[in-house]
């Protein structure tokens, strides 16, 4: 038994909502929250900043390797990724740190930092964390497993409301298109692919409003963790 509790592992495809869902899961239950996807674009995005090569593996670890990484705990937004002290919010949303990410996910050696990171992170319990390999490669001890999964029009549908919701301007064709092409590379990447763990619980959340897929999950979590 973990000290803090168990882990609740949620992995599925690009907007599926697994940050959000993943956030009020964790406020529901009491337990922290790490978005993993959060993290691939917070090195996406100072990874831009400087200029460097996205293809460089060696250059990308050494740059993750000299920044001081945090995860603030708490409600809402505090909930993220912090990077040399500064939380980064909507410098990561845009697509061009999510277009960035998406690439660099796929170098071996990135993903093994963010995995160590990752477990070290989580080792205690009491955690939800998301991304796409959770229960398959950084936790597949996890006590609870959920595969969190929807259409790919309704994913295109629902990042666009978000990103609107954010000022930020979005067209539904071009989300769409970008959705279907990450699905493709992140279930067809050499290291660690996106795919759903033997023993994970799937939700499809196409038709589901996410009040009810947090309710899901949240009993779930009473049913492994009930003594």
Do not use: C
């Not at 990874?47 to 293809?55: F, I, K, V, Y």
């Amino acid at each position: 038994m973990r000290p803090d509790g168990i882990i609740i592992a949620i992995d599925g495809p690009a907007g599926v909502g697994k940050s959000t869902v993943g956030r009020l899961v964790a406020d529901r239950v009491g337990y922290s929250f790490i978005s993993t996807g959060k993290m691939y674009r917070a090195l996406a995005w100072k990874a831009l900043d400087l200029g460097l090569d996205l293809e460089d593996d060696g250059a990308l670890v050494g740059l993750a390797g000299s920044l001081k990484w945090a995860f603030p705990k708490g409600p809402g937004p505090e909930a993220g990724v912090s990077l040399d002290g500064r939380v980064l919010g909507l410098e990561i949303t845009d697509e061009r740190a999510g277009k960035a990410s998406s690439g660099i996910a796929r170098l071996a050696g990135v993903r093994l930092f963010m995995r160590d990171m990752q477990r070290q992170a989580g080792a205690s319990g009491g955690v939800v964390m998301e991304g796409r390999d959770i229960g398959t490669n950084v936790f597949p001890d996890a006590e609870l497993k959920v595969y969190l999964d929807a259409s790919p029009q309704a994913r295109a549908g629902r990042r666009v409301e978000q990103l609107r919701g954010q000022g930020l301007e979005a067209d539904y064709s071009q989300v769409l298109d970008f959705i279907i092409k990450r699905d493709a590379q992140d279930s067809g990447r050499r290291n660690n692919p996106l795919k759903k763990a033997e023993d994970a619980h799937y939700l499809d959340s196409t038709s589901m409003a996410r009040e009810l897929v947090v309710d899901a999950i949240v009993g779930l979590f009473r049913g492994v963790s009930r003594p």
